[in-house]
């Protein structure tokens, strides 16, 4: 039998314009594009017979331009059937553009409000899904969704596509949902990618990252299914594809560091990893007190979406133990005399700044 080969993807964003006021925003908003684009090209060159589209394609509630546009791109793609629901981002709202809009390319949007399956009887297979129809849906309207065959569908694949995964944005019940006769769940919604089951339920996660609380790898899953005698065997694969990544780099800072010295670990270290990835950097550890980081010259090099200093000046151990004798902060220090290895010398240093941090925290908030 034919194996249906098939393509799982979700929060592609479209329209959306990341880190406003930088630099490179505009850029990455066509990189999302082109992104989309190739993941359009990925599907023709792999044949993929269905690609599934789980909510927020688009930013938000997109125009008849938009809609026509995209029409146009999946039915470049030849011999391909494209399921996709709305997600809180581009809501499929009563009598707005994606309500009224009949796709001429093999592309179905799922209705909003209710349940909506569609039969692929070529493919042998029955996808379930429910779009949004507003921002926000506080109920588990998954969770209770189960396949509905049929002697005309007995036997076919079952597919559930579905947008969200917290309290403000469709809570889903994970383990009720593995419990459910779906061979197949595609979610959308949180970002970053999990397999939350091999080969049964994951997040694809966003092609691309959005931003900067998105880091590490994005990009989509692949997949193919074949009928065996005790049912559909279904193999997956996640596949990176982003052009960019956004970066947390944490730089240990030391008391006798200089600027010059500074730049040039951050410089060293950016180019290991990536120059092409935008980075926040962190800054750790402590300074003599009148050091003061200028990272001017690195912003115009590289995309450093902000620097976050978290150092401080050298602490007067000895002084700090005496005056707080009768408080945790110096009960902690002195748990550290005559521990002058260096994972406890850490272990000193991260707590004390710990304990100073929220010390400034009441302070400012009495």
């Not at 005309?152 to 995964?165: D, E, R």
């Not at 006769?181 to 959308?188: K, N, R, T, V």
Request: negative net charge; glycine residues 6%; contains cysteine.
């Amino acid at each position: 039998m034919k194996k249906l080969k098939f393509m799982h993807i979700a929060d592609v964003h479209l329209g959306v314009i990341p880190d406003k006021g930088k630099t490179w925003s505009e850029q990455r908003s066509r990189e999302i594009y082109h992104t989309f684009e190739r993941i359009l090209e990925i599907a023709g060159e792999e044949k993929v017979d269905l690609l599934l589209i789980a909510g927020d394609l688009f930013h938000y509630p997109p125009r008849i331009a938009m809609l026509k546009e995209l029409d146009a791109q999946l039915a470049a793609v030849p011999d391909m059937t494209t399921i996709l629901i709305a997600g809180n981002h581009d809501y499929r709202a009563a009598g707005s553009p994606l309500d009224r809009y009949e796709f001429q390319s093999d592309t179905i949007c799922l209705k909003a409000g209710e349940a909506e399956r569609v039969v692929l009887d070529d493919l042998r297979t029955c996808v379930t899904g429910i779009s949004y129809d507003r921002q926000e849906i506080t109920e588990g309207i998954y969770d209770a969704l189960e396949p509905e065959e049929t002697a005309a569908t007995a036997g076919y694949c079952q597919i559930l596509l579905a947008h969200g995964g917290d309290a403000r944005h469709c809570p889903l019940d994970r383990e009720r949902l593995l419990a459910s006769d779906f061979d197949y769940i595609a979610l959308g919604h949180i970002h970053k990618p999990e397999i939350i089951a091999q080969d049964r339920m994951a997040f694809a996660g966003s092609p691309e990252p959005i931003d900067y609380t998105d880091t590490g790898e994005r990009g989509y899953i692949i997949g193919e299914t074949i009928k065996e005698a005790d049912g559909w065997k279904i193999h997956t694969k996640w596949v990176p594809v982003c052009n960019r990544q956004y970066v947390d780099l944490t730089v240990q800072m030391e008391p006798d560091m200089t600027n010059f010295q500074l730049l040039q670990l951050v410089q060293d270290r950016i180019g290991e990893i990536g120059t092409q990835h935008i980075y926040r950097i962190i800054l750790e550890g402590c300074h003599d007190g009148v050091f003061r980081p200028d990272f001017n010259s690195l912003m115009n090099l590289y995309h450093i979406y902000e620097v976050v200093d978290y150092t401080h000046g050298v602490y007067d151990l000895e002084r700090l133990a005496e005056e707080n004798a009768d408080n945790l902060l110096g009960r902690y220090i002195r748990n550290f005399e005559n521990q002058e290895d260096e994972l406890h010398q850490r272990a000193l240093d991260y707590g004390v700044r710990a304990l100073m941090r929220c010390r400034e925290w009441s302070l400012e908030n009495k």
